[in-house]
């Protein structure tokens, strides 16, 4: 099974409604500045791209888009650290404005609040992305770094070129998940009726809620195991596929 290549998602931010040059933050020894911001109004769909930084989202009981940001470090020889973020249409991008050729140390970090009905998608280049308590639907596409979600019960979609993806407390009908090189662990709060799974690289393992499932797995290389009850006619529907790694579907503790 050999995935198609994905185009990088993540472009620069430009033409910001906020840019912050960061010169105290950015000193020798200097703790992170922590800024605030809000955007919108926003629809009922929104993207969230960010260029690097961990990244943190939940659905909360607010009118318009939070952000909340934390930036430090120091750039290379004395240049300033130019941060923007910017809100057009649904798209809500933030950049450091630091290249990966940068020879100077920059940190970031972000948490968002966007309104609970808003379907999110969120385009990561690096680091790590975690998302909790979502209804509505949710996608995370991660260039390289880990992707962690919680207690969600939309659609839910995770893909990463290079990173873990895990997901607890899932009460999704359909999830979706693909791995370039990473582990893939999924626990269910609630029987899914789809799940579909693929990991070129990593071990995938599916915690599931006690009833049948119809399970289709394969692996080129990989042990396969499946403990959880099985009827090709069941309404919930498991896939798990891989290249190299070795697969587990079974009854979630305490199930």
């Known amino acids: 099974m050999t995935m198609p290549a994905r185009a990088p998602r993540v472009r620069p931010a430009a033409g910001a409604l906020l840019t ?59 240049a300033e650290t130019e941060a923007a973020w910017e809100l057009v249409g649904d798209r809500l991008e ?12 920059c940190d970031v970090r972000y948490e968002v609040l966007v309104p609970r009905d808003v379907a999110l998608t969120v385009e990561g280049g690096g680091a790590q992305v975690t998302a909790a308590g979502f ?19 939309g659609p839910l979609t995770l893909r990463s070129d290079n990173g873990e993806l ?4 899932v009460r999704s009908a359909r999830v979706a998940v693909e791995s370039r090189s990473g582990e893939i662990h999924l626990s269910f ?23 049948a499932y119809d399970v289709t797995t394969a692996t080129d290389n990989g042990a396969v195991r499946s403990d959880v009850a099985q ?25």
């Not at 933030?94 to 050729?101: A, F, N, Q, S």
């Not at 709060?189 to 009833?211: F, K, Q, S």
């Not at 009827?231 to 199930?255: E, F, K, L, M, Q």
């Open 94 to 105: 933030m950049g450091t404005g630091c290249g990966p050729l940068s020879l100077g140390r």
């Open 231 to 255: 009827d090709p006619g069941s309404p919930h529907a498991v896939t798990v596929r891989t290249d190299n790694g070795a697969i587990d579907v079974r009854t979630a503790a305490g199930a």
């Open 189 to 211: 709060a609630a029987a899914p009726a789809r799940v579909v799974a693929a990991a070129e690289n990593g071990a995938v393992t599916i915690e599931l809620p006690d009833t």
């Open 166 to 169: 895990r997901g607890s407390g």
């Open 20 to 78: 912050v040059a960061v010169l105290a933050s950015c000193a020798p020894g200097g703790g992170s500045e922590r800024e605030e911001r809000g955007f919108g109004p926003v629809g009922d769909r929104l993207t969230i791209a960010v260029d690097r930084g961990d990244l943190d989202v939940r659905p909360s009981d607010v009118a318009e888009v939070e952000v909340t940001r934390w930036l430090g470090g120091w750039p290379s020889f004395g």
């Open 135 to 153: 209804d509505a639907a949710l996608e995370i596409d991660s260039e390289n770094g880990a992707v962690r979600v919680e207690d969600v019960s």
